[in-house]
């Protein structure tokens, strides 16, 4: 059986570019590696690339020069985690408070990761979780 290494790109979907990017780059302090009027590519770590795409900008195939890409979209709230250390999670917490965005959630994990949850502009829910949520995490 051939193994897989990752999960390399998580996506979702926006109804304003502008305002999920003004989010994502001022409120997470992403920085964009490619963005049009269609995607806003960023880059999380070492490996890992987060897409917001403009929703119904990506429901056709999409021709480049290497190859197609098939069209997709999505609608309605996603949630999706980013990885933090245990020690970062206090200045995340002051982070959002200092952007005025809620915290919805927290979670306390039988393995000793701690979460925190609340929701970017679009509604989709964002979770900030330490080491100790999943038995390889």
Do not use: C
Not at 101 to 128: C, T
Request: proline share 5%.
């Amino acid at each position: 059986m051939p193994k897989l290494d990752g999960v390399l790109e998580t996506s979702i979907y926006t109804g304003d570019m502008d305002r999920a990017r003004r989010f994502y780059e001022e409120v997470m302090a992403l920085k964009p590696m490619f963005s049009d009027s269609r995607l806003t590519a960023y880059g999380v770590a070492a490996r890992s690339v987060f897409l917001i795409f403009q929703r119904g900008a990506s429901t056709d195939p999409v021709t480049l020069r290497g190859g197609v890409i098939p069209g997709h979209d999505g609608s309605g709230p996603l949630h999706f985690a980013f990885a933090i250390e245990a020690s970062e999670l206090e200045a995340w917490e002051e982070q959002l408070r200092e952007h005025g965005v809620a915290i919805e959630g927290r979670m306390s994990w039988r393995r000793g990761g701690k979460s925190i949850y609340f929701r970017d502009p679009d509604g989709h829910v964002l979770e900030l979780a330490s080491p100790g949520l999943w038995e390889n995490y």
